[in-house]
């Protein structure tokens, strides 16, 4: 299957700083791109979907000024914690597919964010 | 909006039963169904999908069947083992235009007891 590499698989950063997330196709090109959170023991929560070269479109509830979310290629969106705080820290996890309707999504390793 | 349903547990099993964890969708148009697992502190890998009516999905001994008249695609194993033991997640991908997003359920865990 397709492959979904996501960088870094564990960081810790201090409150006040920004932290960046890197999620790339390897294989295939990425025309959408989808970031999830996942909070402990919790399901996963779409923050929002990027399709490249444009803006990305944030779920309700995600501030789009502390998650910032760049799909400047087809094969690598960025995922931005601006600011972060320790209610911030959580497992991020990308997907992505080959093209906007395909029938299936292909997952990064995830991130988990630890901010101190 | 797209919904799923799951099963919560979480559920626990002795090596070599039975496994069913329940899944009912909501949606409009035509999904594509999918279970995930995972494993602790580990990302999501696709165990199976099915992308229409009546097809069924299946993998390393886990089925499912996408059953559009009763909106389910409960997930089945004849047999668990141990290392079947991590969380397993029902999901659904809609068909297009805003609806175009993986919806998850709640998960499942499960743990298999030698």
């Known amino acids: 299957g397709a492959v979904v590499s996501q960088h870094p698989s564990r960081v810790i950063c201090k409150s006040g700083t920004s932290v960046k997330i890197e999620c790339r196709s390897l294989d295939f090109q990425a025309t959408t791109m989808f970031w999830y959170r996942q909070f402990p023991k919790k399901s996963l929560m779409l923050m929002a979907t990027?399709?490249?070269?444009?803006?990305?479109?944030?779920e309700q509830g995600v501030e789009k000024d502390k998650f910032l979310i760049n799909h400047a290629s087809l094969t690598l969106s960025t995922l931005t914690v601006t600011s972060a705080h320790p209610e911030d820290s959580s497992f991020y996890i990308c997907?992505?597919?080959?093209?906007?309707?395909?029938?299936?999504?292909?997952f990064g390793q995830g991130t988990r964010l630890t901010v101190v | 909006g797209d919904s799923v349903t799951q099963m919560e547990g979480p559920v626990t099993l002795s090596e070599e039963a039975f496994l069913t964890i329940n899944c009912t969708y909501t949606?409009?148009?035509?999904?594509?169904l999918f279970w995930y697992v995972q494993y602790p502190g580990e990302g999501l890998q696709l165990l199976l999908k099915?992308?229409?009516?009546?097809d069924k999905g299946s993998n390393k001994g886990f089925e499912a069947t996408y059953r559009k008249e009763t909106t389910s695609f409960h997930l089945e194993k004849g047999s668990v083992q141990v290392s079947d033991s991590a969380v397993y997640f029902c999901?659904?991908?809609?068909?297009?235009?805003?609806?175009?997003?993986?919806?998850f359920g709640k998960g499942t865990l499960l743990t298999v007891n030698p």
């Open positions: 099915a992308t229409k009516a009546d």
């Open positions: 997907s992505a597919s080959p093209y906007w309707g395909a029938t299936e999504a292909f």
């Open positions: 990027s399709n490249e070269g444009s803006k990305a479109t944030y």
């Open positions: 999901a659904l991908l809609g068909s297009g235009g805003s609806n175009y997003k993986l919806t």
């Open positions: 949606a409009t148009g035509y999904p594509s």
